[in-house]
């Protein structure tokens, strides 16, 4: 089970309304939820980017050849 914590937040009402039309979610608690999760996903692209495609200390993954 996850734990909850409860808070106040300060949100921009015009910014919270676009998000409710462009998702069709209604629920604040679900907005904030879903830009949190979007957040963490753009940065770990971010993150995972910025390690530019390497592990120099990974084997080599053999490959199965196009037929």
Known sequence: ????????LNI???ALARAAALTGVKEKTALVRMG???LIARASARRLAAMGGREPRLR???RRRAA
Request: hydrophobic share 30%.
């Open 1 to 8: 089970m996850k734990t909850v914590d409860r808070t106040t």
């Open 36 to 38: 949190l999760e979007a």
């Open 12 to 14: 921009d009402r015009e």
């Open 60 to 62: 080599r993954i053999p």
